[in-house]
């Protein structure tokens, strides 16, 4: 359970980070961050394996590439969810989910087990 909120703690921080530094990223305050982060999560939970299923001809051909597509769609469905939340275009929605997506991954391996056993 302390995993799951220091990695949702870590989403609403990065959320912080990308309205501070990345034009067309803007988040108000951090309650707005907060709700912000849950909508990603069920928005990721629900909506995205249907649109991954759906487009992943097109994540195979482009090598990917599309996969960082599907996720800026999906940061710009959140900002028109969660008032106070905006995303101004393609190009923010894009750097913000390559820096969403090497944040989730730095994450992922700083928290998997090496799969050798702890005697």
């Given at each position: 359970?302390?995993?799951?909120?220091?990695?949702?703690?870590?989403?609403?921080?990065t959320?912080?980070?990308?309205?501070?530094?990345?034009?067309?990223?803007?988040?108000?305050?951090?309650?707005?961050?907060?709700?912000?982060?849950?909508?990603?999560?069920?928005?990721?939970a629900?909506?995205?394996p249907?649109?991954?299923?759906?487009?992943?001809?097109?994540?195979?051909?482009?090598?990917?590439?599309?996969?960082?597509?599907?996720?800026?769609?999906?940061?710009?469905?959140?900002?028109?969810?969660?008032?106070?939340?905006?995303?101004?275009?393609?190009?923010?929605?894009?750097?913000?989910?390559?820096?969403?997506?090497?944040?989730?991954?730095?994450?992922?391996?700083?928290?998997?087990?090496s799969?050798?056993?702890?005697?």
């Open positions: 359970m302390a995993k799951i909120l220091l990695h949702f703690a870590i989403v609403v921080g959320f912080l980070l990308l309205a501070r530094y990345l034009p067309g990223f803007y988040v108000p305050d951090i309650g707005t961050a907060i709700l912000a982060a849950l909508v990603l999560g069920l928005v990721n629900t909506i995205a249907v649109l991954t299923f759906l487009s992943f001809p097109l994540i195979v051909v482009s090598l990917g590439v599309f996969w960082f597509v599907l996720n800026a769609a999906l940061l710009i469905l959140v900002a028109f969810i969660v008032p106070g939340f905006a995303i101004n275009g393609w190009a923010p929605a894009l750097i913000g989910a390559v820096i969403l997506a090497a944040v989730n991954l730095v994450w992922k391996r700083a928290t998997a087990s799969g050798k056993s702890r005697d």
